[in-house]
């Protein structure tokens, strides 16, 4: 996401997380203040091999729920990015004057698909993050709008719940429908290229249509 009131528009129809890029070499990169949604949408900034510094100061700066890595951030990197997170909340509240529950700021690490994926990769990162995600390997990191051979996804061995990205859309729902009724972890869609009208910004109109049709078709 990028435009104010298109924000506001997809924050309508109650997606479960809104994704803001920071990564200078994306079109779709995000810079400005993010509106007012509701909270129970999580705000979600998606970094590739930035510095440690840099995502702890933006997941306070602008309060994210999660925090997407579409590098080749590696395990040690996570767990100190957590640690490094959980001081800064510890810091912000005792500034604050604030005791009670601390943010849960969740770690997605995503990976790139194309003919073939070694999933044994995935088995050091399955104690420090909350999700994988599995997107189309191609020349951008993230937004080329075209699919991966999900028939890969049937040999997933693990149990760690994971989100499926990767040009879906409204073509999509037939497809979506076989693979969502596996007994695959599938803890998301996420959706992005195939609904834009320009980099960073969506069309109201057919993510209605998705939603719907995923809705009546595809989750039962």
């Known amino acids: 996401m990028k435009f104010t009131e298109n924000i506001q528009q997809v924050a309508a129809l109650q997606p479960d997380y809104l994704g803001f890029i920071f990564y200078e070499k994306s079109k779709r990169n995000f810079e400005g203040i993010i509106p007012t949604f509701p909270k129970i949408i999580k705000k979600t900034g998606v970094f590739v091999n930035e510095y440690l510094e840099i995502v702890v100061s933006l997941a306070e700066e602008y309060q994210l729920e999660a925090i997407q890595l ?3 951030e590696s395990v040690e990197y996570i767990k100190e990015l957590k ?3 959980e001081l800064s909340q510890e810091l912000y509240q005792s ?6 529950k ?7 690490k995503v990976f790139g698909i194309k003919d073939q994926f070694d999933f044994d990769i995935l088995k050091p990162f399955l104690e420090v993050v909350d999700y994988f995600l599995f997107d189309t390997k191609g020349n951008e990191k ?3 709008g075209i699919h991966f051979n999900w ?3 049937k040999n997933y061995p693990f149990s760690k719940p994971f989100f499926l990205s990767g ?3 409204l073509d999509d729902v037939e497809k979506l429908q076989e693979i969502l009724q596996s007994n695959l972890p599938i803890y998301g869609l996420d959706v992005n290229s195939k609904f834009e009208i320009e980099p ?3 069309n109201i109109e057919l993510l209605k249509k998705f939603k719907n049709n995923v809705i009546t078709n595809v989750v039962k």
Request: positive net charge; without cysteine; glycine residues 22%.
């Open 142 to 144: 993230g937004g080329n």
């Open 83 to 85: 640690s490094q997170i």
């Open 200 to 202: 960073g910004k969506k």
């Open 95 to 100: 500034e604050k004057s604030k005791l009670g």
């Open 151 to 153: 028939q890969l996804l």
């Open 167 to 169: 040009g879906i859309g």
């Open 70 to 72: 579409h590098g080749e």
């Open 102 to 108: 601390k943010k849960i700021v969740e770690i997605i």
